[in-house]
């Protein structure tokens, strides 16, 4: 059975600080996607990756694959308090059955 | 277009009792999925449309649990004798299907409280 596995689960960092966040997932797939969710709010899709050494950013965020690994970063540059909130990465298998990780909640402080 | 849109917002409703959302995917998406999310877990997947047609179903998706999408457009989830453990955040997606580029917009979901 597919197991997509974020570390760390919580993450609290300072402002102007970089970290990555990791995901593992342990069967093939062709697609991985991650994305922010706020509290009480619903998830927003932040990348798209399709293909080994896939590499997107956007502002202070920049996601990587491996699928030789399993492995997808998410990589945190200069954290600012406005980038707190829950991350999940979600890998697609069987076409349209998308399993997402248990989420890493990052809390950025001044 | 502003995009997903699930109501109610919030359901609160007593055990044995029968509850029904709904889902008003983006227009023209013709892909509409249901997910679940209990607190500090990520969604888990319970069943996909495309058009009107309900191609995959989780087997998280008990007998009690029934989706439908008639016309193709809007979706409805209903849950027959809800019990406390169907208590989570049921969120809707949408996408337009547009082959392994495909991206999906979530709506604000419903929260389900069974007392």
């Known amino acids: 059975e597919l197991k997509v596995e974020q570390n760390p689960l919580f993450l609290s960092m300072q402002e102007g600080k970089n970290y990555t966040i990791y995901c593992n997932y342990s069967?093939?797939?062709?697609?991985l996607y991650w994305y922010r969710q706020d509290p009480g709010k619903s998830l927003e899709s932040l990348f798209v990756?399709?293909?080994?050494?896939a590499v997107k950013q956007e502002g202070r965020l920049m996601a990587s694959l491996d699928t030789k690994a399993r492995l997808s970063t998410l990589h945190i540059t200069a954290a600012v308090h406005d980038l707190s909130a829950t991350y999940f990465c979600a890998v697609v298998i069987n076409n349209n059955d998308m399993r997402f990780g248990a989420g890493t909640r990052l809390t950025v402080k001044p | 277009d502003t995009g997903v849109s699930q109501n109610p917002r919030h359901k609160i409703t007593k055990r044995g009792q029968n509850v029904t959302f709904r889902c008003d995917p983006i227009?023209?998406?013709?892909?509409l999925y249901w997910y679940r999310q209990t607190l500090g877990q990520g969604p888990e997947f319970l069943t996909y449309f495309q058009n009107e047609a309900q191609l995959e179903k989780s087997r998280l998706l008990s007998d009690r649990f029934s989706a439908e999408r008639p016309k193709g457009s809007f979706s409805t989830l209903e849950i027959q004798r809800t019990e406390q453990g169907d208590s989570a955040m049921y969120l809707c997606?949408?996408?337009?299907?547009?082959?392994?580029?495909?991206?999906?917009?979530f709506g604000s979901g419903t929260q389900l409280s069974v007392l």
């Open positions: 997606a949408s996408s337009a299907g547009q082959g392994s580029n495909e991206k999906l917009f």
């Open positions: 227009s023209e998406h013709n892909r």
């Open positions: 069967t093939t797939s062709d697609r």
């Open positions: 990756l399709l293909s080994n050494g």
